[in-house]
């Protein structure tokens, strides 16, 4: 049902971009026999809208990953830097979510952990819409902040960095299962604000996966019953998007290359001081708009990166 509405809207936006473009051909041939220059402006906008589609409906041709339709399990962690970092954290989690909603995305948030004085330690939200894994996988890794610290008293400059994780959202007859018997559950209670019964009551919930020693703690919801669930539907998504890796790095010997892991590699960096630049390390893009990027603002990063990957990609295949 997934692949059925993927290919319904698209058809259904080659379709607009059809007839939009034959109305679009009639009204310049009328105004041009009538010599009715008062319709110029109407014709430039409306070419404007119809190439933007275009362009958008060819740079998606790109997504063409094995779950880049997918929804996408977005986690940010804050790194080294102590509550900058986890100011850091919100931040990019803020931005993400902007981003999302500006592209009508729906934004189920899944999992908040507050920070000691400010921030999040931890966060992980749904993003659910079409093509968000594949427009969003390539964000993961170390994401470095430099600024003036609104938390120290000497106002110093100070270097934070957070961790980006995505992952695409498994279908629930995925080809990853899980054993009950791989699985150690933890409770505890809950920090930060959500009320009494979280705050008496071990409603928290940390899942370990054995085999991999992967760890999901969950206390965002109000029951035990809620964050477990969450949290094995991370579990889920992590277990997969390691299934991922692994035959990439099996694609990858088969070919004779070396594969590094993505995480722990700086892969962005956002500069608010001495002077504002977000610069991206890999496709080498940047913009002096750094407020606009932190208000969800970055298609232009993430189309600029992807396309870097592809042109990679086909680099190495030739």
Known sequence: MQTLSSMKSEHE????????????????????????????????????????????????????????????????????????????????????CRWAEKQGFGVEILDETPGDEAGLKSAAARLDGQYAYGYLRSERGVHRLVRLSPFDSDHRRHTSFALVEVLPEPDEEEEVTIDPDDIRLDVFRAGGHGGQNVQKNSTAVRITHLPTNIVVAVQNERSQLQNREVAMRILHARLVDLEMQRRAEERAKLKGEHVSAEFGRQVRSYVLHPYQMVKDHRSDFQTADAEAVLEGEIGDLLKANLTSQVSEAASIAD
């Open 13 to 96: 936006a080659w379709t607009d971009v059809v007839g939009s473009s034959e109305n679009l051909e009639e009204l310049a041939s009328l105004a041009v026999e009538e010599s009715d220059d008062s319709m110029a402006e109407q014709i430039r906008a409306e070419y404007e809208r119809v190439l933007k589609i275009v362009e958008d409906l060819e740079f998606n041709l790109h997504l063409s990953g094995e779950y880049d339709a997918r929804p996408a399990i977005l986690a940010v962690k804050s790194g080294a830097g102590g509550v900058d970092a986890q100011d850091w954290t919100e931040m990019l989690f803020r931005m993400y």
